[in-house]
């Protein structure tokens, strides 16, 4: 069953709801602005490819097109260029989409493809590796941005659950990166789901089963069975396409740094490929 099939499944199992019992239901997926689903492999750089998939969705919101950012530039900014904690491979998705904006550009996975394992970023890049990954001194196209603006998500001003908050931001067509805590032994990999409760979280807290934080794109939800559909990094033979669900408890509860994209339109914004 294809994708677009179990998304009108997902949407028609709701009309019907809404028809027979009078619920004001309501439901919202953003298919038609994602771009094809990546495959993070062995590496623990989910942040990067959750980030990639938010800008990705919103400079084909604007443009209509498709941009294939290269995550392993991405790596390259934030771990050599920006030196965020060098020691480990993760990234934190707030400072790797900050820097996308202040920088005003990104690479294209052609000029940069994906690596089967990161380098020693404790350590000074040698010249072959410093040719290899450094785009801004090669003669190559880059992906020049104009306007592109982001904003974290808080419960400071208006104390409504995460969830809420996060379908505010898809109803306004805006896609927001999660990270989500999830228990290695209670992910689902054919459904694509993962499961959370009180009883998981505190095995994860006392290192009772494997857990750890998982940044994903939460791009559509169903109000009525209280699911978000998310894109994941996994390949495209994860879950649903590569797509998953997860409750709405999971988001309110086991997760944090909500964050969305959006380009401000009364400037001019603009998303175009220019030479060096």
Not at 19 to 25: F, G
Not at 34 to 58: G, H
Not at 203 to 219: D, F, N, T, V, Y
Not at 224 to 252: A, C, I
Request: charged share 20%; glycine share 4%.
């Amino acid at each position: 069953m294809t994708f677009v099939m179990r998304t009108l499944f997902f949407s028609a199992a709701l009309l019907c709801s809404f028809l027979l019992n009078d619920v004001k239901a309501e439901t919202k997926i953003l298919s038609h602005i994602q771009t094809p689903v990546k495959d993070q492999q062995k590496r623990d750089t989910c942040a990067y490819f959750a980030i990639s998939a938010l800008v990705e969705s919103t400079f084909k919101n604007l443009t209509g097109e498709d941009y294939d950012i290269s995550e392993e530039f991405e790596i390259f900014r934030h771990k050599i260029a920006n030196a965020w904690r060098p020691e480990v491979e993760f990234g934190n998705t707030y400072d790797i989409l900050q820097s996308i904006k202040n920088d005003l550009y990104v690479y294209e996975e052609a000029y940069l493809p994906y690596q089967k394992e990161s380098p020693d970023f404790t350590k000074p890049l040698n010249a072959q590796q410093t040719a290899f990954y450094d785009l801004r001194q090669q003669n190559v196209p880059k992906v020049q941005i104009r306007s592109l603006g982001f904003k974290q998500l808080t419960q400071m001003f208006v104390k409504r659950p995460w969830s809420e908050h996060v379908m505010t931001e898809i109803k306004a067509n805006r896609p927001v990166v999660v990270t989500l805590n999830v228990a290695i032994p209670h992910i689902n990999d054919q459904k694509g789901t993962f499961t959370m409760t009180p009883e998981i979280a505190a095995e994860c807290a006392s290192a009772k089963i494997p857990c750890g934080g998982h940044a994903i794109l939460l791009m559509g939800y169903d109000s009525e069975r209280k699911l978000f559909m998310f894109k994941n990094s996994w390949g495209p033979k994860w879950g649903n396409q590569g797509y998953g669900y997860v409750t709405f408890d999971h988001v309110d509860n086991y997760s944090d740094q909500f964050m969305t994209a959006y380009f401000d339109k009364l400037t001019l914004p603009s998303v175009k490929r220019v030479s060096q």
